[in-house]
C-alpha cells in the first residue's frame, strides 16, 4: 500500500487496513482529482464559525455537476479512507483559515501588493503568503491541505 497523501503521515496511518492499492473504486489525488466540482465544505448551525470563532462544525466533501461515477468514487474513498474523519481532526487549522479570510479581505490583500510591487507579482503570491499555502490548482500537491484552504477560502 503507498500513502495516499505524500506530506500526512496522521492521514497515511489512518487509513483501515484494506488494502487500498490499485483499487478501482477509489479516487486518487495524485491519479485523478477532485478539482473545482468536488470540494470541502464545512456545515454548522453556528454563524460565529464562519468569523473563525467557533470550531463547532463539519468539514464535509460535496460536489457539483459531477458524472455519478465520480461521485461514487469521491463517496467510496471518503468511507474506505475515512477522508471526513480525518479532514475533521483538522477544525482548529480551518477555524484560523475562517478567521484570517474574514480580517485579510480583498482590499487589504489589494493593499499589500500595492504596498510591496517587488515582493508580490500578483493578488495570488499575496494569499499564497498570507496563508503558507500554495492555492493554485497546479500546486495543490505540493503543500499538506492546500485544497482544504483553496476550498475554504473559496467558499461563500
Known sequence: ???LIAYCPVCNNAKNAEDTFDNKSLLYP????YGYDIFFEIETDEQLCYLGLSN???IKIKSKNVEEDLKQKVQNSSKI???E?????HNDYVSKLLRSKYIFTDEYCQSLLDTYPDWFFDMNEVKNQLY???????????QILSKLTYDILNSE
Open 1 to 3: 500500500m503507498y500513502n
Open 30 to 33: 495524485f491519479e485523478e482529482e
Open 56 to 58: 463547532d462544525f463539519n
Open 81 to 83: 479512507l475515512h477522508i
Open 85 to 89: 474523519e480525518l479532514y475533521n481532526l
Open 132 to 142: 503558507f499555502n500554495s492555492l493554485q490548482k497546479e500546486e495543490w500537491g505540493e
